[in-house]
């Protein structure tokens, strides 16, 4: 019998856990959501509704006071429901960027990541 496989060993990128609250507005009506993580490859969202597997969605990140941080566009490659009965549903959203090649993508990667491992707390 072969042990459990570590998904984070499949990983091309480390995610970076969000330590200051990032909200993304997304291009589907009325949803915002909140970023958990991100990598050089994608990130993770928190959400009150599911996002279709495959659907590719533009995102709008910012800080918590609404200042613009970057723009996104992103394919949804996984959606759980938080496994929390008692609580209202959450879900978890991973997305990976959509052809993120490029100077100008990978600058908007790099200072996104630069944001979130940023030792002074915004507010």
């Known amino acids: ?9 499949r990983r091309r990128f480390p ?19 909140t970023v958990r993580d991100v990598s050089e490859g994608g990130f993770l969202v928190e959400t009150a509704s599911p996002f ?3 659907a590719v969605h533009a995102f709008r990140v910012q800080r918590p006071d609404g200042t613009f941080v970057t723009m996104l566009v992103a394919r ?5 429901r938080h496994p929390d009965p ?11 960027f959509v052809d ?3 100077e100008t993508a990978q600058e908007r990667i790099h200072a996104l990541i630069d944001h979130v491992t940023s030792v002074v707390a915004v507010d």
């Not at 949804?76 to 759980?80: A, E, I, L, P």
């Not at 008692?86 to 990976?96: D, E, K, N, S, T």
């Open 1 to 9: 019998m072969s042990a459990p496989q570590d998904h984070s060993e």
């Open 15 to 33: 995610r970076i856990p969000v330590r200051n609250p990032l909200r993304a507005a997304t291009d589907r009506p009325a949803e915002d959501v």
């Open 52 to 54: 279709p597997v495959d």
């Open 76 to 80: 949804c490659v996984h959606c759980r």
């Open 86 to 96: 008692v609580a209202p549903p959450i879900y978890l959203a991973g997305f990976a």
């Open 100 to 102: 993120p090649t490029g």
